[in-house]
């Protein structure tokens, strides 16, 4: 068996229809996972070169404005996908509401062609019947 997860855009409404579906500033998406114990190592939960920014570049670098969620037993740890990791955040059992607008975001700290910069996640100390559902809202750069 596998965890059972499921990530939705949340922000444009129309994303999940397709790569590159809309120019946009800022994405909102939703991530959700069940596990059966094995847990996510690494998994890419926002992908860069399927996002567009207005005038048709792919983003290289983005800045979390916000993390809303809720996880049960386990620890999720949030990164950017760099030549080491950048962890965005950790976040261990309960409930989140944290807002990063005043202070600029968390800023992806790699450039262009330092990895992908995509957002990625592993669950660490998963148990059978752990789970997160964790919104970040998404500024592309």
Do not use: F
């Not at 399927?50 to 993390?67: N, S, Y």
């Not at 330092?114 to 957002?119: L, P």
């Amino acid at each position: 068996m596998a965890d059972s997860v499921q990530i939705k855009y949340i922000y444009p409404s129309n994303h999940d229809a397709g790569v590159n579906p809309v120019p946009t500033r800022k994405v909102t998406v939703n991530m959700s996972g069940l596990s059966d114990g094995t847990g996510e190592t690494d998994i890419v939960k926002v992908r860069l070169t399927d996002l567009m920014k207005h005038g048709g570049d792919t983003p290289t670098r983005t800045a979390i404005e916000a993390i809303q969620g809720n996880i049960q037993g386990m620890t999720v740890l949030l990164e950017w996908d760099r030549a080491a990791n950048a962890q965005i955040k950790m976040l261990t059992p309960g409930q989140y509401d944290l807002d990063y607008r005043p202070e600029g975001g968390i800023v992806d700290p790699g450039e262009s062609g330092d990895r992908t910069g995509n957002i990625i996640l592993t669950s660490l100390y998963a148990d059978s019947g752990d789970s997160y559902d964790i919104t970040l809202t998404v500024r592309l750069k």
